[in-house]
């Protein structure tokens, strides 16, 4: 049979490209052909109509909301997690067969709204939607948080801690001073950090209640950043704006009104609307929430920032790039915005704990390599940089092999990192980049020490369940 595919993971990195070899994979296995289209980061090459024409179904592998879904009106659709593509390819495929056969079609866009993105089904639980909506809003928000953040670290490597007392660009700036370029580096990254809270929440609303919930999102999440309840004020009002947005388009209008609803009236009535209910019932709460948790962190000490750390740890290694991952992530550049120490500190576990997954399962094919299958000992190889460069998705394909004798262990090492880190007292300016941005870290050798025990712990824990709960799988 002849399928087509689209993958799509919230960083749009590292599973979105490993679910569409595992279908690729699992297609020549059965002797089927499909053509994936990959959603990620870089980009996307659109399926050519032609093949979507001749297509007998159509699989979305996505935990985000997938683009140009309107493309295959008419065609079976099947709709899974990234993580079940790569772990179970062909199961997916054998769902597509079934719903080929069944003849379920996917149903034409409204013409008076164009579909530009898709939203979980009707029949799925609040809880999977919920995770949708906010996945959605964090895989738009991670390129801001790229750029702003390593542009602000930038800053503060070449014009120092107070570069941001100097005065602005605008007024006066020297080409000759490396200085001057560091206040420029910085100011033009806070300007993109300062989109966050709004890209946010604009994208989360975007997700529930597609393209009219974008400018009450966006003007939600600005008013959210004004009233200083910063990302929990950005959640809270993504969807509040994807809620009324919806409320809305329950509203029955006539035809001739149809058209000017999406474009005028959705987007003026929840800007409006979201903006009260922001300025006058949800900011201020949210804001002494948001305030309370920063003077706690700040206060963290001894052990319980140590805790703290291994919590997060944990968190990082638990579905190593998926929700619980992101939202451990999220938190940490949530607080990487007030600059407080404490925060710095939790940046700097959260890296170093999210790198040890796939650099303990490197090291761990590299030392006993007959415990693990061909094609592990070769991802193996490739996980060395994917550890370095903070991608924790270079373990899933160990994880979804042997999830019960993987995960444990990295989640092991992952916390012993994090409780090292926040211990020993590591700071982070930069929200990515694992070893490549190692200059931007605040006691460089502790982080180094955290990772190095944190990676041996899960490489050890990994070899001995291996070893002594199973034989040896050899080539």
């Given amino acids: 049979m002849r399928f087509v595919a689209i993958t799509a993971c919230p960083t749009g990195i590292a599973h979105t490209y490993m679910a569409a070899e595992s279908l690729e994979q699992a297609a020549k296995a059965s002797g089927d052909e499909i053509t994936v289209e990959t959603q990620g980061s870089a980009g996307s090459d659109p399926l050519p109509e032609e093949v979507i024409a001749s297509a007998d179904a159509v699989i979305l592998a996505a935990d985000v909301a997938v683009s140009g879904r309107e493309r295959f009106a008419g065609l079976p659709v099947v709709e899974a997690s990234v993580k079940q593509a790569i772990s179970g390819a062909a199961g997916l495929l054998e769902q597509a067969r079934a719903a080929a ?7 034409a866009a409204d013409p008076a709204e164009p579909a530009l993105t898709s939203k979980a089904k009707p029949g799925d639980g609040f809880g999977t939607r919920l995770r949708q909506w906010l996945m959605t809003g964090v895989s738009y928000l991670i390129p801001f948080v790229a750029a702003g953040g390593l542009l602000i670290a930038l800053g503060f490597a070449l014009g120092g801690y107070d570069v941001t007392d100097a005065p602005p660009v605008t007024e006066h700036f020297d080409p000759a001073s490396a200085a001057s370029w560091g206040a420029l580096s910085q100011q033009t990254g806070a300007l993109a950090f300062g989109f966050l809270v709004p890209v946010l929440a604009g994208f989360i609303a975007f997700a529930m209640a597609d393209r009219p919930a974008i400018a009450p ?259």
Avoid: C
């Fill in 101 to 107: 056969a069944e003849g379920e079609r996917e149903p």
């Fill in 217 to 475: 999102g966006f003007v939600g999440g600005a008013v959210a950043s004004a009233t200083g309840a910063g990302f929990l004020g950005g959640l809270v009002a993504g969807l509040l704006a994807g809620a009324v947005v919806l409320g809305l388009k329950r509203i029955k209008v006539p035809k001739w009104m149809a058209g000017v609803m999406p474009v005028v009236v959705y987007p003026l009535l929840g800007s409006a609307a979201v903006g009260i209910l922001m300025y006058l019932v949800v900011g201020k709460p949210v804001a002494a929430a948001t305030t309370g948790l920063t003077d706690w962190l700040g206060g963290l000490t001894g052990t319980s920032a140590v805790l703290l750390g291994a919590l997060l740890g944990l968190m990082m290694a638990f579905d190593m790039g998926g929700p619980v991952n992101k939202a451990a992530y999220t938190f940490a550049i949530g607080g990487l915005t007030t600059g407080a120490q404490a925060s710095l500190e939790i940046m700097a576990a959260v890296m170093a704990a999210g790198m040890v997954p796939p650099l303990a399962l490197a090291l761990a094919t590299a030392v006993r390599g007959a415990l693990f299958t061909p094609v592990e000992r070769e991802n193996g190889r490739a996980a060395w940089l994917l550890g370095a460069s903070f991608i924790t998705e270079g373990a899933i394909p160990f994880a979804a092999a042997d999830p019960l004798r993987v995960i444990p262990p990295l989640m092991l090492g992952s916390a012993v990192t994090g409780a090292m880190s926040m211990g020993l007292g590591a700071t982070l300016r930069a929200p990515h980049g694992g070893l490549f941005v190692i200059g931007f870290i605040g006691g460089p050798l502790q982080f180094l020490l955290s990772l190095v025990v944190g990676t041996l712990v899960s490489a050890a824990a990994v070899v001995l369940l291996k070893q002594f709960t199973g034989a040896a799988r050899t080539a």
